[in-house]
């Protein structure tokens, strides 16, 4: 066995896990309040990574050096991903919060395509280059064989989201308001709970988790275009299913399975079935799991 | 609600700002990565002003207006019943509609162009099937999001049969709707035991499965550049030219969906549509009564695949070549939208949610660009002010004869 091959592969698959775990945090936590698929977290993820290209393509013409430019784009996703993620809370969920479940699914369909097509229009529909947000560290270029120093970034980073977001749900005062929200929304609301605000917070989360990770893979993919949010969405939805929908490590490790599943079939068997492989997996852990790895079986009282 | 007061104008003066602050980047800036270029836009973010300002002064006010409708129902002194709604109930109305539909739809392809007639076909095809996912969603609530997997089984076993035997289309249809019922219990089988949205996401893993497959196994499905040349329905070994053809699928099609609607509505009351029905409102008590759960949720999936697989052959014989592309992800989500928008359950909804989404981004394409922004906001739209639908099913009640 070539142990070095495994290696790359085992790292290419967290590297793949963390972006996977990035965006389906926002599903997972959405769902876990709301119940709703939001079909438009994907977009906010490309808006995101328009967003940060925009800004740091302004940027490089009015010559910023590099660190300021990161740093400014970044920021700057981060910034209006939320923005976007608050407004359409505000807009296609609010007015629908008693309608039946599916009814919220239509409306969060009707988002996404129309962000998309909003992007489309008033920016291309051409796939654009993305700058390499992230420079080739010096110091790490002996194993740069092995996992690229971008590679590093997009793991440490998401690493450091995951700690800060246990952090904010476990000890802060939203954080308890949120798992309160998640367990029984009433009784939450009749503890004197603003729930409004804690909808609101949890997309605004959400969406910012979405735009770094939007941020991190655009730069390592190197181009974007209107369409990248859905198909990494639906990728990022399965990794929050996989896990257990509505939990929170069950997503990081929903899109850590995801991860070295694509990545150790791609390289060990074919790389044209390596989306099939990941779905076939999915069937079969949910159909001897049926409420996802991490996921509690609810059983219910009659 | 006072429209115009200093504080509502305030309001959507900072409604306005926020949407000038939010679409700044990707409406006001323009870049050219390639030649380094930087194009402003400034004038946009003026209509964007001017447009969320109005829009916000409406939207609030329809909001309002919408809500106090619904405080007014509730307290029931006034049971607004829709314009739909009042259509359909009343014999007054429903009948003569019926009739001058009906006319209007024999009489259709010789008033219009081969063109509309086609989109008439496609709408067509659309209705059936979407009343077929209305048995899984609608009937049986069960959230079925790779649809078109089942669609395109259909489609795929009257292409292969006609490209390597030469298998007619009459033929294939009963092939198509049993493979399409096949696959359908293959696919039950292993998600029975998932609810809600689990089952959505293994469905549609399902769709993509069956979608990648047909994509890369290339010895047997040729792959993204699909089949071609499949023969078009035949008549009794009547030579038809082109155009007689389009016709003659047309009534076809009207044919299949009368069809289908008799099948729907009839099993909708039967013993089985009341167990699907029961299975919606609640699984346990449904079992508690005494319905098989497993038996009730396999018909539900296998009797909505036989929709989607006579659906996928005439499609084939319609296009007379079709690809993996014509069966992803948004096909199903449209479906979906069908069978959500139009009312799930009433079947008479379905069908008007099919013309509505098929139609309307066809004529939309005066405005071709913006046809799918259109068409995505017009989803919300209908959502927000009409969540059960055009039409919502109305639940049979029996009453007692003095």
């Not at chain 1, 977290?41 to 910023?64: C, K, N, P, S």
């Not at chain 2, 809500?67 to 359909?88: C, N």
């Not at chain 2, 007639?117 to 009343?131: D, F, R, S």
Request: glycine share 10%; with cysteine; proline share 3%.
């Amino acid at each position: 066995m070539d142990w070095e091959y495994f290696l790359e592969l085992f790292l290419g698959g967290i590297t793949r896990g963390s972006i996977y775990a990035l965006i389906a945090l926002g599903y997972t936590m959405v769902y876990g309040i709301i119940e709703l698929i939001n079909f438009a977290h994907g977009e906010i993820y490309m808006i995101g990574a328009f967003t940060a290209l925009i800004i740091a393509t302004v940027l490089t013409m009015a010559g910023f050096n590099q660190v300021a430019i990161v740093v400014i784009a970044s920021g700057a996703a981060v910034l209006y991903s939320c923005a976007y993620g608050f407004t359409i809370e505000k807009l296609a969920y609010k007015p629908l919060r008693n309608a039946p479940r599916l009814s919220a699914l239509i409306s969060a369909i009707g988002m996404s395509l129309f962000l998309q097509n909003y992007v489309l229009l008033a920016q291309t529909s051409d796939f654009l280059p993305f700058p390499s947000l992230i420079p080739d560290f010096e110091f790490w270029e002996p194993y740069a064989h092995i996992i690229s120093s971008q590679e590093l970034v997009i793991i440490i980073t998401t690493a450091i989201v995951m700690i800060l977001l246990t952090f904010l749900i476990k000890f802060s005062k939203i954080g308890k308001a949120m798992r309160a929200t998640a367990q029984d929304m009433n009784m939450a609301m009749l503890l004197g709970v603003d729930v409004n605000l804690v909808i609101s917070a949890t997309f605004i989360i959400g969406s910012a988790t979405a735009a770094i990770g939007g941020v991190l893979i655009a730069s390592h993919m190197g181009q974007i275009n209107f369409y990248i949010g859905f198909i990494v969405g639906i990728k990022a939805f399965v990794a929050a299913v996989l896990g257990g929908i509505g939990s929170i490590p069950g997503a990081v490790l929903g899109g850590l399975v995801l991860g070295w599943t694509e990545s150790f079939f791609a390289g060990y068997v074919s790389s044209d079935y390596e989306d099939v492989f990941a779905f076939i997996f999915l069937v079969f852990i949910l159909v001897f799991r049926p409420s996802g790895i991490l996921g509690r079986s609810v059983s219910r009282k009659v | 609600m006072k429209l115009f007061t200093i504080s509502e104008i305030k309001k959507s003066f900072f409604i306005a700002l926020w949407f000038m602050f939010l679409t700044f980047p990707i409406m006001v800036i323009r870049v050219n990565t390639v030649e380094n270029e930087i194009k402003w836009r400034w004038e946009n973010m003026l209509f964007i002003g001017l447009g969320s300002f109005f829009l916000s002064i409406i939207w609030r006010y329809t909001i309002e207006k919408k809500e106090a409708g619904e405080k007014k129902s509730e307290t029931g002194k006034s049971a607004e019943i829709s314009f739909f709604q009042q259509v359909v109930e009343t014999p007054r109305f429903y009948v003569p509609a019926t009739i001058v539909t009906g006319i209007f739809a024999l009489v259709f392809p010789f008033i219009f162009s081969i063109y509309q007639t086609n989109i008439m076909i496609t709408t067509l095809i659309y209705v059936m099937i979407a009343l077929g996912l209305n048995i899984v969603v609608g009937l049986a609530g069960l959230l079925d999001l790779g649809y078109v997997a089942f669609y395109a089984v259909g489609a795929y076993s009257y292409a292969l049969l006609n490209h390597h035997y030469g298998i007619g289309f009459w033929t294939a249809l009963p092939i198509g709707a049993a493979t399409a019922f096949t696959f359908g219990i293959l696919l039950g089988f292993p998600v029975l035991r998932l609810r809600g949205d689990y089952l959505a996401i293994v469905t549609l893993g399902f769709g993509e499965i069956i979608r990648l497959v047909l994509e890369n196994w290339n010895e047997f499905s040729f792959g993204p550049s699909g089949i071609d040349k499949i023969s078009r329905p035949g008549l009794f070994g009547i030579e038809l030219s082109l155009h007689g053809n389009i016709i003659y699928t047309y009534y076809l099609m009207i044919g299949l969906t009368l069809f289908t609607i008799f099948v729907v509505n009839r099993l909708k009351d039967s013993r089985i549509g009341r167990a699907w029905i029961a299975l919606r409102e609640d699984e346990t008590a449904c079992q508690a009564m005494g319905i098989d759960n497993t038996k009730t949720k396999l018909t539900a999936f296998a009797l909505g695949a036989t929709w989607a697989g006579i659906g996928g052959v005439v499609f084939a014989a319609k296009t007379t070549f079709i690809n993996p592309a014509s069966f992803t992800i948004w096909e199903s989500i449209i479906i979906l939208c069908i069978v959500v928008l139009g009312g799930m359950g009433s079947i008479l909804g379905v069908i008007l949610g099919a013309f509505i989404l098929i139609l309307l981004p066809e004529y939309l394409r005066a405005f071709s660009e913006f046809r799918m922004l259109i068409f995505g906001a017009a989803l919300v739209i209908m959502m927000v002010f009409r969540p059960g639908g055009v039409i919502s099913e109305v639940r049979k009640t029996y009453k007692f004869k003095k």
